[in-house]
């Protein structure tokens, strides 16, 4: 990722910036100007620059743990239709959630652990959450 900005030693603060608003408005991250401290960002806004610094690297695989733990329904809503988007690029992504609905929802295929070891996996059409609490009292 820093090859895109960086030359020779020197950084190209345009391409820096074009990269860096490209994923602002990509992300429909919410923010004053592109300097904005993150930690002065709501929750999502924070979840949505991380989302960007990951996606500026051209990733093929994502792992995302607990994304959208501690923001707001709207920007679940936002993140989730981010990571449609990355799929339908061709990325993958590995989602590690607690919440139910959001693997239920989001999920092509489930893989259950219980113990440190891999109960089952579901495949979309089969996953539901009678299953998933099966699967996870093993």
């Avoid at 100007?33 to 806004?45: E, R």
């Avoid at 996606?55 to 743990?65: C, S």
């Avoid at 295929?109 to 109960?119: E, L, N, T």
Wanted: hydrophobic letters at 45%; glycine letters at 6%.
């Amino acid at each position: 990722m820093l090859e895109l900005f960086i030359n020779k030693f020197r950084v190209d603060s345009k391409k820096e910036k074009e990269i860096t608003q490209k994923y602002i408005d990509m992300m429909s991250t919410k923010t004053p100007h592109q300097n904005q401290v993150i930690g002065a960002l709501s929750g999502g806004n924070q979840q949505k620059v991380l989302f960007g610094r990951w996606l500026a690297t051209d990733p093929r695989i994502l792992i995302l743990d607990e994304p959208t733990r501690g923001i707001d329904v709207k920007a679940k809503s936002e993140i989730y239709a981010i990571m449609n988007e990355l799929v339908k690029t061709g990325v993958s992504i590995i989602m590690i959630s607690s919440e139910l609905p959001e693997i239920i929802n989001m999920s092509d295929r489930v893989y259950v652990m219980a113990d440190g070891v891999i109960a089952g996996c579901l495949d979309h059409a089969d996953v539901d959450q009678e299953k998933i609490m099966q699967l996870a009292a093993i």
